[in-house]
């Protein structure tokens, strides 16, 4: 496949935020579409991406973000994908590519699905790359180098939609997977959606502790606590949303995460201190394979600086 049959004519990128946005910088970066349209419902966030120039056209309607597009990504909260897709679906073109960027994919491929017209090919997807900012400041062009974009086409899809949406995300850096949406769930409720309930959760227990004082939580944070504030920053809106959408395979993994930690008060209890050194001994290796395969590096913090 040449550089010319991966370039589309026009992408519309519907919702400006974290994802949205560092999409259009980085199909502007790669040379990925000759034109590039943004939609999002606040007018705020619509004039910040004017102000950083991040398209050729801005539309407080996606209906007409979408027009002559020949793809078109949704880039909202799960919660709001079917309520665009019936704004949008009078207006997408045929042969067009309709995708997302949902944390969430069976419920979108559940909601969404049923509105596309036919002639236009819906193919959701999930780059498994962001931050806990939000908004079109908080984007960038790099964000989806080396890292994964998982495609979960539906049953019949068109082939060769499927590759040349491959080859889109291919050209903003990312490395493709496709799989079932299902299966996406499933994956991803452990490796995302319960570890952010996690630190949700630490850092709500650690504000209602009566015995240890709020600013010792924030004096003393350096011990662990502050890592988890990082993912628990992360936007109340979308968050609340993945948890709404993958009740089931979140359910199923936190039964497991909950007898896991069962154990571990056991050795705890018992002073089991071979079962613990063996645990830990085990997640070290884990992290190693995780700088191993270029999905973080070796840095101190997650290579992020801190003042001393
Ligand atoms: P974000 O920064 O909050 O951006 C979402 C944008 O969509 C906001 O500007 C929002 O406006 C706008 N919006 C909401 N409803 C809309 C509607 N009906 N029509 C048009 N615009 C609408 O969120 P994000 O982090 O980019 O997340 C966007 C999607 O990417 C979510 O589905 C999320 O699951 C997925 N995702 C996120 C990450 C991550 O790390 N953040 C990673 C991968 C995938 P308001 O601010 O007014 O609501």
Not at 237 to 259: H, I, P, Q, Y
Not at 279 to 293: G, M, P
Request: charged share 20%; glycine share 8%; proline share 4%.
């Amino acid at each position: 496949m040449t550089d010319a049959d991966v370039m589309v004519n026009k992408v519309a990128i519907i919702g400006c935020g974290l994802i949205g946005s560092s999409v259009a910088r980085a199909v502007r970066h790669a040379g990925a579409a000759a034109e590039i349209s943004i939609a999002d419902s606040d007018v705020g966030n619509l004039d910040k991406a004017r102000e950083l120039s991040l398209a050729d056209s801005y539309h407080s309607t996606a209906l007409d973000a979408v027009s002559n597009a020949g793809l078109v990504i949704l880039a909202v909260p799960v919660g709001a994908m079917a309520s665009v897709a019936t704004v949008i679906s009078g207006g997408l073109k045929a042969g067009a590519i309709l995708s997302d960027v949902g944390s969430v994919k069976n419920s979108v491929l559940k909601s969404v699905g049923p509105l596309v017209p036919a002639g236009v090919h819906f193919i959701p997807g999930h780059p498994v790359a962001g931050t806990e900012q939000s908004g079109p400041e908080a984007g960038f062009a790099s964000l989806f180098d080396g890292r994964w974009c998982i495609l979960t086409p539906p049953d019949d899809a068109d082939s060769a939609a499927v590759e040349a949406l491959s080859a889109f995300w291919t050209k903003l850096g990312s490395k493709v997977d496709i799989m079932t949406a299902d299966h996406h769930d499933l994956v991803l409720a452990i490796t995302s959606h319960v570890p952010h309930l996690i630190a949700y959760n630490i850092v709500g227990t650690a504000n209602d502790l009566e015995t240890v004082t709020r600013s010792e939580v924030i004096k003393y944070s350096a011990g662990g606590f502050r890592d988890f504030t990082r993912i628990a920053a992360s936007d109340p809106t979308m968050w609340r949303d993945v948890f709404l959408n993958n009740k089931e395979a979140v359910l199923e993994m936190l039964g497991r995460f909950s007898e896991d930690l069962t154990a571990l008060q056991r050795a705890i209890r018992w002073g089991d201190g071979d079962a613990l050194f063996d645990l830990f001994s085990h997640t070290r290796e884990i992290r190693k394979r995780i700088i191993d395969a270029g999905q973080d590096d070796e840095a101190a913090d997650f290579g992020r600086p801190h003042k001393p």
